[in-house]
């Protein structure tokens, strides 16, 4: 299990869940509506009141962020971050050889497919 501060994300807004929702609304086209609960990236559980806004954006995840006590964010999450993370789960436990003939599993669209909600 993994949380936030274990990714090197952007804030790009602070404010109400209504303001940094409206926020991913108005600046970002490719949008998915989640529940609150659902797993946004590995590790990362969404809060708020659905719907909630997530977008997809130059290789980067958007998505309103509430961490207890501290308010909610709009954070951007570059998916090198994710797809590392993801890499070095499917690497573990897998000998040097078995690295090195693997399959690319780095591309933005393999990612992409892993994703729930893309």
Same mark, same amino acid.
Not at 50 to 72: M, N, R
């Given at each position: 299990?993994?949380?936030?501060?274990?990714?090197?994300?952007?804030?790009?807004?602070?404010?109400?869940?209504?303001?940094?929702?409206?926020?991913?609304?108005?600046? %970002?086209?490719?949008?998915?509506? $989640?529940?609150?609960?659902?797993?946004?990236?590995?590790?990362? /559980?969404?809060? *708020? +009141?659905?719907?909630?806004?997530?977008?997809?954006?130059?290789?980067?995840?958007?998505?309103?962020?509430?961490?207890?006590?501290?308010?909610? %964010?709009?954070?951007?999450?570059? $998916?090198?971050?994710?797809?590392?993370?993801?890499?070095?789960? /499917?690497?573990? *436990? +897998?000998?040097?050889?078995?690295?090195?003939?693997?399959?690319?599993?780095?591309?933005?669209?393999?990612?992409?497919?892993?994703?729930?909600?893309?």
């Amino acid at each position: 299990m993994s949380c936030i501060d274990n990714y090197n994300y952007d804030i790009l807004h602070k404010g109400s869940f209504k303001e940094c929702a409206q926020y991913i609304k108005n600046n %970002y086209k490719n949008i998915r509506n $989640l529940n609150a609960g659902e797993e946004v990236i590995e590790g990362v /559980m969404l809060i *708020g +009141k659905p719907p909630i806004p997530v977008a997809y954006h130059d290789d980067y995840i958007i998505f309103p962020y509430t961490k207890p006590c501290y308010g909610t %964010y709009v954070l951007r999450v570059p $998916l090198k971050e994710y797809m590392q993370s993801h890499k070095e789960k /499917m690497n573990k *436990g +897998k000998d040097k050889k078995d690295r090195k003939s693997g399959s690319d599993s780095g591309s933005v669209k393999n990612i992409l497919s892993k994703l729930k909600f893309w």
